[in-house]
Nanobody, 130 residues
C-alpha cells in the first residue's frame, strides 16, 4: 500500500525554523509530483509548496515565498519542506500529497487545490507561538 508519513512538526517561537519530512512508501517517486498543504482550524486546506517529479519546477504560495523551500530526494523516497522565519499564521497541520506526473500537471497546478484523488499523509502539527 502507498504510504506518506510526515514528520518534523513541533512547537516553535516566531522567527524560528523547522524542517518537515515526508517519507513515501510503495511509489516510484520519479513519476510523482509532491505537494505540501496546510490546514489551520476553521480554514480550508491550502497549497503551500509543490514540486514536480524531477524537482525542476517548484511553486510557493505568496504567504511563504522567500521563507520556505521544498526539495526532494527521489532515491530516498523523501520530500522536505524547510521553513524559516516562521510566523504565528503558519500554525497549521501540514500534509504531504503525491499526484501522478501526467503531462498537464505542473507544480503550480498541483498546489491549486487539495485533490482528493491524490495520495495523502496523515499530517504533522506545526505551532508557532511565543
Amino acid at each position: 500500500q502507498v504510504r506518506l508519513v510526515e514528520s518534523g512538526g513541533d512547537l516553535v517561537q516566531p522567527g524560528g525554523s523547522l524542517r518537515l519530512s515526508c517519507a513515501i512508501s510503495n511509489l516510484r517517486l520519479d513519476y510523482w509530483a509532491i505537494g505540501w498543504f496546510r490546514q489551520a482550524p476553521g480554514k480550508a486546506r491550502e497549497g503551500v509548496s509543490c514540486i514536480d517529479s524531477s524537482g525542476g519546477t517548484t511553486y510557493y504560495a505568496d504567504s511563504v515565498k522567500g521563507r520556505f523551500a521544498i526539495s526532494r530526494d527521489n532515491a530516498k523516497n523523501t520530500v522536505y519542506l524547510q521553513m524559516n522565519s516562521l510566523k504565528s499564521e503558519d500554525t497549521a497541520v501540514y500534509y504531504c500529497t503525491a499526484g501522478f506526473q501526467r503531462p498537464a500537471l505542473t507544480a503550480q497546478s498541483m498546489c491549486a487545490f487539495p485533490d482528493p484523488s491524490n495520495h495523502w499523509g496523515q499530517g504533522t502539527q506545526v505551532t508557532v507561538s511565543s
